[in-house]
């Protein structure tokens, strides 16, 4: 399958170009050239994630050099699930569950995006290729994501710069756990600072002639669709129980898992209605309401990896749906303050047992806003996001107790930290790389 930029240049490039690119030459991002159709009828008895994907994944890369390996690939992203857990608790009448999306190596969904791009990546290269270094810039889950996925593959470096002093202690041991081919610097600066580098870097003549760059950014189309995969997966295994479709809600910031999440009903799959759930970055809810399109600075909020004022793939999602009834009726947009999550992570810990992580406590704050009826009237979805045990920090003063760490984050948060720290100009990271 051919992909085109959703900014309208006529050139048609293949799966593994887009990959490799990440942002179109115009500026804009990869969509698919045309949409394969999926029927719940067509999957496996078993919804394994690794056979789910293949299926869901094969159309976009037929004809792709990277058609071949593909089995391989999904097995490799696809290595732990994605499980949906009921919620007990919830109300008479009230069908409610969470499809949990932290059971991978950093406890956070974008461990299947950046698995999955690094995957193919590696497929990507020929012996004797000059080293790729994946340079990232990020304020919390997508440099750990991204460090683990490339961690110890031959051929590849990662370079993670992150605000010093502005990321949590839990979340600085993430991206800071590595060393072999990880480089992390604690940049002195902000987060603003750290993405200015990384974008003068990828321009930078001196740079661009002696290094290898590339970005595993989350407007890469190799990070997007996998995550359709558990949208998938999930809404066909509710079909055959309940011959439903599943409602989602879902927390979001750059908007990457909602536009998978819509994609992939857009593709056939048995999904209802999805509702994105913002913190005080409220770009997106106030578009839907009064139509004007107003990027913002972004405001930092409990729910850190949802700060983002400018939210990249809404051109994705105005692409699929320029006219904006039409985008009205595909989704809905709900914002949610500082206030309400941590009450939210207070009161459902006491209702349900259930600890959220602070982004998850957005998506839940939004269905207890629901109208009675639209609650009992359907089935829910929460998409948990990332583990509680990411943001001790936040969460256990909220709750009164600590909050149980999953072994696989334990054993990251117990090794030893590589860090370096980097004045934050494009001189000082020059220096640093070359
Ligand atoms: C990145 C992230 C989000 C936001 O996802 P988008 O795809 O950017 O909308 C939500 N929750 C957590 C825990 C994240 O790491």
């Not at 499980?83 to 409610?96: H, T």
């Not at 051929?155 to 800071?176: C, D, F, I």
Request: charged share 20%.
């Amino acid at each position: 399958m051919d992909f085109h930029s959703t900014r309208g240049a006529p050139e048609r490039i293949g799966f593994s170009t887009a990959l490799l690119r990440g942002l179109a030459p115009d500026g804009g991002l990869y969509v698919p050239q045309e949409w394969p159709r999926h029927d719940a009828e067509q999957f496996p008895q078993e919804l394994a994630l690794p056979a789910v994907g293949m299926q869901l994944v094969a159309p976009f890369a037929a004809g792709d050099r990277l058609a071949p390996s593909l089995s391989d690939i999904v097995t490799e992203a696809f290595s732990f699930q994605a499980p949906v857990v009921p919620i007990r608790g919830a109300a008479a009448g009230e069908s409610l569950s969470v499809l949990e999306l932290f059971h991978g190596p950093t406890a956070a969904f974008k461990d299947f995006g950046a698995r999955f791009l690094a995957a193919c990546f590696q497929r990507l290269r020929a012996p004797g290729d000059p080293l790729l270094n994946i340079l990232v810039a990020t304020s919390g889950d997508t440099g750990g994501a991204v460090a683990a996925a490339f961690h110890r593959r031959p051929g590849m470096a990662v370079t993670v710069l992150y605000p010093k002093g502005l990321v949590s202690p839990t979340q600085e041991r993430q991206l800071t756990c590595w060393g072999d081919n990880v480089r992390s610097f604690a940049v002195h600066g902000t987060f603003d600072d750290c993405q200015r580098m990384v974008k003068e870097a990828f321009v930078d003549p001196q740079l661009r002639a002696r290094q290898n760059l590339s970005s595993a950014n989350s407007i890469n189309l190799g990070r997007l669709l996998p995550q359709a995969v558990y949208y998938a997966a999930t809404s066909i295994a509710h079909w055959r129980a309940r011959a439903e479709r599943l409602n989602f809600i879902i927390p979001s910031g750059n908007l990457g898992n909602a536009v998978a999440c819509i994609w992939a009903r857009h593709m056939g799959l048995p999904i209802g209605e999805v509702i994105l759930a913002h913190n005080a970055n409220a770009t997106v809810p106030e578009f839907l309401q009064r139509g004007e399109w107003q990027p913002r600075a972004s405001r930092a909020t409990l729910a850190s990896a949802m700060d983002v004022g400018n939210p990249s793939n809404m051109e994705r999602l105005r692409h699929l749906l320029p006219e904006l009834d039409a985008l009205r009726r595909a989704v809905t947009a709900v914002s949610v303050d500082d206030t309400a999550i941590g009450a939210r992570i207070r009161a459902d810990r006491a209702a349900f047992g259930q600890i959220w992580c602070p982004h998850t406590a957005v998506a839940a704050e939004v269905w207890a806003r629901l109208p009675a009826e639209v609650r009992r009237g359907r089935s829910w979805c929460l998409v948990a996001t990332a583990s509680p045990a990411k943001f001790p920090e936040i969460v256990e003063p909220l709750i009164g107790e600590s909050v149980p760490v999953p072994p696989a984050l334990a054993d990251l948060l117990g090794r030893p930290t590589h860090v370096e720290s980097l004045e934050p100009t494009l001189e000082a990271l020059r220096a640093a790389l070359v």
